[in-house]
C-alpha cells in the first residue's frame, strides 16, 4: 500500500510545550484559517514554486531546479530571510516525509519522548498521513507508550474526526473566538465547525486541552469571556483549559503593532473560570 507523504515546515525533536511530557513536533505546511495573529504565517501557505525567495537567501540554498525550487538543508543557516520574501506566507524548507522517516525519527529518539503531537499549520488538512502515522505507531512495539497528539483549529469535519480519532490519543483545540462575526474577521472562517470539534473531541474522552488566546480589546472582552465560559460549563466534565496571552513575537502585518494583552488580566479571567468551577485552568509560564 502506498503511504501518503507529508509537507512538514519543521521537526522538534523535544518539546516540552506541546503537550504532556517530552514531546517530538511535526509542523505541517499549510492552513485553513489565516490568523492575523498566528505565531507561525509561514506555515499557512503551500509553495507555488515562484522563486521569489531565492535571491533572499544568503548561502545559495535555495535553487531553481526544473521549475521547482530546491531547498539544501546542508546549506541553511536558518536566518529566515526567504520567509519573510515569500508573498503567501509559504516556506521552501517545507520538505516531504513518509511515515517511515518519522518512525525512523522516532526509533532514534525513543528514550527520550513521551510522544509526538502533529501541529501547524493545520495538521488535519493531510489527516491521511496523520491516520497513517499514528496507527503505525501504535502498532510498533519500539514505540509502545509514545501518546499521539493532535495540536488543530478544529475546522475538520465530523467524518474526518470519525476516523482520525481511532488513533489518537489527545487533542489540543484552539477556540480563537465564539462571536462568529469576530472569528470570521480574525481567521477568515466560521468557528461552527470548531466549536463541534471540541464537543465531539470531548464525548470520545479525546480533548485534552481547549486553548483560548487572550488579544486585547478583540478576544478579552468580557462578551467572550462569558461566551467562554458558558461553552466549556456545557461540555461538561472536566476540561483542562489552557488561556495563551498574546504577544506580537512571531506574528506579521498588523499583528506586530498590537499590544501584549497585560498578565493581570490573563490572571483575572483564570480566576474567573476557576471561580466558575472550571479547570484545571493552565496560564502562560512565560509572559512577553
Ligand atoms: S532560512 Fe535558510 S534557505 Fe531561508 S534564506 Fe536563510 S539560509 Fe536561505
Ligand atoms: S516559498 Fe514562497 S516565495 Fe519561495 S518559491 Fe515558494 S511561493 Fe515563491
Same mark, same amino acid.
Given at each position: 500500500?502506498? +503511504?501518503?507523504?507529508?509537507?512538514? !515546515? %519543521? ?7 506541546? @503537550? ?8 505541517? /505546511? ?15 501557505? &503551500?509553495?507555488? *514554486?515562484?522563486?521569489? $525567495? ?12 526544473? =521549475?521547482?525550487?530546491?531547498? *539544501?538543508? !546542508? +546549506?541553511?543557516? /536558518?536566518?529566515?530571510? $526567504?520567509? %519573510? ?22 526509533? &532514534? ?17 493531510? !489527516? ?16 509502545? #507508550? ?7 483549529? #478544529?475546522?475538520?469535519?465530523? &467524518? ?9 490519543? @489527545?487533542?489540543?483545540?484552539?477556540? %480563537? ?28 474522552? %479525546? ?24 461553552? $466549556?460549563?456545557?461540555?461538561? =466534565? ?11 513575537? @512571531?506574528?506579521? @502585518?498588523?499583528? /506586530? ?16 473560570? =476557576? !471561580? ?13
Amino acid at each position: 500500500m502506498n +503511504l501518503p507523504l507529508a509537507r512538514i !515546515s %519543521k521537526i522538534l525533536p523535544w518539546s516540552c510545550v506541546d @503537550g504532556p511530557g517530552n514531546r517530538m513536533v511535526l509542523f505541517m /505546511q499549510g492552513c485553513n484559517f489565516a490568523c492575523a495573529a498566528c505565531h507561525n504565517p509561514h506555515t499557512i501557505g &503551500q509553495c507555488n *514554486d515562484c522563486g521569489d $525567495c531565492i535571491p533572499a537567501c544568503p548561502t545559495a540554498a535555495l535553487t531553481m531546479v526544473a =521549475g521547482r525550487v530546491v531547498f *539544501d538543508p !546542508s +546549506l541553511c543557516t /536558518q536566518c529566515d530571510d $526567504c520567509l %519573510k520574501a515569500c508573498p503567501i506566507s509559504a516556506s521552501p524548507m517545507a520538505l516531504p516525509y513518509a511515515v517511515a522517516d518519522i518512525l525512523t525519527l522516532l526509533h &532514534q529518539n525513543r528514550a527520550f519522548l513521551s510522544g509526538i503531537t502533529v501541529s501547524g499549520g493545520e495538521p488535519t488538512l493531510q !489527516s491521511g498521513f496523520v491516520r497513517a502515522l499514528f496507527a503505525a505507531i501504535h502498532a510498533d512495539p519500539a514505540l509502545t #507508550g509514545l501518546t499521539c497528539f493532535i495540536d488543530s483549529n #478544529g475546522h475538520l469535519g465530523a &467524518q474526518g474526526w470519525a476516523a482520525l480519532l481511532p488513533v489518537t490519543d @489527545g487533542v489540543m483545540l484552539d477556540i %480563537k473566538a465564539f462571536e462568529p462575526a469576530l472569528h470570521f474577521a480574525m481567521t477568515g472562517r466560521s468557528n461552527a465547525r470548531s466549536l463541534s470539534s471540541a464537543r465531539i473531541a470531548h464525548a470520545a474522552g %479525546k480533548l485534552y486541552e481547549l486553548r483560548y488566546l487572550m488579544i486585547p480589546d478583540q478576544t478579552d472582552s468580557d462578551a467572550e469571556i462569558r461566551q467562554l465560559i458558558r461553552f $466549556c460549563q456545557d461540555l461538561g =466534565g472536566p476540561l483542562r483549559i489552557r488561556l495563551n496571552a498574546f504577544h506580537r513575537q @512571531g506574528t506579521a @502585518g498588523a499583528a /506586530q503593532n498590537w499590544p501584549s494583552i497585560p498578565r493581570s488580566r490573563v490572571e483575572a479571567v483564570g480566576e474567573r473560570l =476557576g !471561580s466558575e468551577g472550571l479547570g484545571p485552568v493552565i496560564l502562560p509560564t512565560v509572559w512577553l
